[in-house]
């Protein structure tokens, strides 16, 4: 049952995801291009040029927070990456449980606390 839920919720966040998939585009682009615009206007050493970008800026910016729902597209890629480890996790747990416990060094260390212990 705990399989069918995670994977329930697996499915309903991957909907999710690839409903939002052109707006996390879009949104991505737009902080790329405002990140070229503000590097741009630092650069520049005349009033129009600083203008003009950021008028270039302000019109990037408005795209970017027309956008901003996109972050429920993030959520959801979260929500399926966190589902991922759920559904896999107990199986690399074990694996790794295996691999400690047949370290030399750690078997020491549980004999000499026990041997403390008596």
């Known amino acids: 049952m705990k399989k069918f839920m995670l994977f329930i919720g697996g499915l ?4 999710v995801l690839l409903a939002n998939l052109g707006p996390m585009i879009l949104l991505g682009v737009s902080v790329w291009l405002l990140y070229i615009a503000f590097k741009q206007f630092i ?3 005349s009033i129009a040029a600083k203008i003009g970008w950021v008028i270039a800026g302000l019109i990037v910016l408005s795209v970017a927070v027309a956008n901003i729902y996109a972050v429920i597209g993030l959520a959801a890629a979260y929500v399926l ?5 759920k559904w896999h996790g ?3 747990e074990d694996e790794w449980e295996a691999k400690t ?3 030399p060094f750690t ?3 549980k004999q000499w606390a026990e ?3 008596y």
């Open 12 to 15: 309903i966040a991957l909907f």
């Open 43 to 45: 650069k520049s050493n």
């Open 81 to 85: 990456y966190v589902i991922y480890k």
């Open 90 to 92: 107990g199986k690399n």
């Open 101 to 103: 416990t047949d370290d």
């Open 107 to 109: 078997n020491f260390e």
């Open 115 to 117: 041997m403390k212990n």
